[in-house]
């Protein structure tokens, strides 16, 4: 997948909407106009900073079930997100809580978003919500029924998560790519908030070849540089907040400063490029 063509940068920054809890969730605050007024607020503050995408998710409907949610969350999630592509100018995509790939598609192209978030494709999970199996099968074949081509982007050990199966980063994310045929990898730290190694990136980078690899968790202005090293783009959340606190909205200031580190770290080594092909092509001054 070119990245280029789906977010018009070749180092994309996806920023995330955490919507307020949905219908039937143990916090649902019956006014679903308090969440779409949110969700709005929240998506012109991440176009106004500057992210290259927006993705769409139910976080504030802990505790999540591993199946199927309800259609009523199918039904709220399918309005809110297509309110926000009317709002932005950026790809939207949406990621269903805690692993229904299944009506994430669904909503995404019936709405026309552009990518989905699978947290589990492939492989066995134990997770807070029990274990949870991919079913990458299924879902491949529902995007071929429905004649979608939405992007599927799938995480390879998913934070909040333990391994059953396959706990090697290079084979996971070798399967994820190969025999699940997920569009972007998706690498994570071992909880929200918190950041995947260097040493991980770059086990996942070597393995994911010409798919792209995103920083899912843990991103903040200060490490992204570092991060970016060896990832294609990242998604990011918990740092855009007021004051860096995940209940709060986002901040549209703290938006610009994390895409400004980016666009930043990126020129820095397009210059060292430069500078590095310069020398190389410079003529060698004999001495003596």
Same mark, same amino acid.
């Given at each position: 997948?070119?990245?280029?063509?789906?977010?018009?940068?070749?180092?994309?920054?996806?920023?995330?909407?955490?919507?307020?809890?949905?219908?039937t969730s143990p916090r649902w605050g019956s006014?679903?106009?308090?969440?779409?007024?949110?969700a709005e607020q929240e998506a012109t503050a991440?176009?106004?900073?500057?992210?290259?995408?927006?993705?769409?998710?139910?976080?504030?409907?802990?505790?999540?079930?591993?199946?199927?949610?309800?259609?009523?969350?199918?039904?709220?999630?399918?309005?809110?997100?297509?309110?926000?592509?009317?709002?932005?100018?950026?790809?939207?995509?949406?990621?269903? %809580?805690?692993?229904? &790939?299944?009506?994430?598609? $669904? #909503?995404?192209?019936?709405?026309?978003?552009? *990518?989905?978030?699978?947290?589990?494709?492939?492989?066995?999970?134990?997770?807070?919500?029990?274990?949870?199996?991919?079913?990458?099968?299924?879902?491949?074949?529902?995007?071929?029924?429905?004649?979608?081509?939405?992007?599927?982007?799938?995480?390879?050990?998913?934070?909040?998560?333990?391994?059953?199966?396959?706990?090697?980063?290079?084979?996971?994310?070798?399967?994820?790519?190969?025999?699940?045929?997920?569009?972007?990898?998706?690498?994570?730290?071992?909880?929200?908030?918190?950041?995947p190694t260097s040493e991980d990136l770059k086990?996942?980078?070597?393995?994911?070849?010409?798919?792209?690899?995103?920083?899912?968790?843990?991103?903040?202005?200060?490490?992204?540089?570092?991060?970016?090293?060896?990832?294609?783009?990242?998604?990011?959340?918990?740092? %855009?907040?007021?004051? &860096?606190?995940?209940?709060? $909205? #986002?901040?549209?200031?703290?938006?610009?400063? *994390?895409?400004?580190?980016?666009?930043?770290?990126?020129?820095?080594?397009?210059?060292?490029?430069?500078?590095?092909?310069?020398?190389?092509?410079?003529?060698?001054?004999?001495?003596?």
């Amino acid at each position: 997948m070119d990245l280029s063509s789906l977010f018009d940068t070749p180092k994309p920054v996806i920023g995330v909407i955490h919507l307020l809890p949905l219908p039937t969730s143990p916090r649902w605050g019956s006014s679903l106009k308090e969440v779409i007024d949110r969700a709005e607020q929240e998506a012109t503050a991440l176009a106004a900073g500057g992210v290259h995408g927006i993705v769409v998710e139910n976080f504030f409907d802990a505790p999540f079930t591993k199946d199927r949610v309800d259609p009523a969350v199918v039904s709220s999630m399918s309005l809110i997100v297509h309110r926000v592509k009317q709002m932005v100018g950026v790809p939207v995509g949406l990621n269903v %809580l805690r692993n229904d &790939g299944h009506s994430a598609l $669904a #909503i995404a192209s019936c709405v026309g978003a552009k *990518f989905i978030r699978v947290n589990v494709l492939m492989g066995v999970m134990a997770t807070d919500q029990g274990i949870i199996e991919g079913d990458a099968y299924k879902l491949l074949r529902y995007r071929r029924e429905l004649g979608s081509d939405v992007k599927i982007f799938a995480d390879v050990l998913v934070k909040h998560a333990q391994p059953i199966s396959v706990p090697q980063i290079s084979a996971a994310v070798h399967d994820t790519i190969h025999r699940g045929l997920a569009d972007a990898v998706i690498l994570s730290g071992w909880a929200t908030g918190h950041p995947p190694t260097s040493e991980d990136l770059k086990e996942a980078k070597l393995a994911c070849g010409d798919t792209p690899l995103f920083v899912g968790s843990g991103a903040t202005w200060e490490n992204v540089p570092q991060l970016m090293e060896y990832a294609d783009g990242v998604i990011v959340s918990s740092s %855009l907040k007021r004051n &860096g606190q995940i209940q709060q $909205a #986002i901040d549209p200031i703290r938006v610009s400063r *994390f895409v400004d580190a980016v666009k930043l770290n990126i020129a820095n080594k397009k210059n060292k490029h430069i500078a590095e092909e310069q020398i190389l092509r410079s003529p060698s001054i004999p001495i003596g």
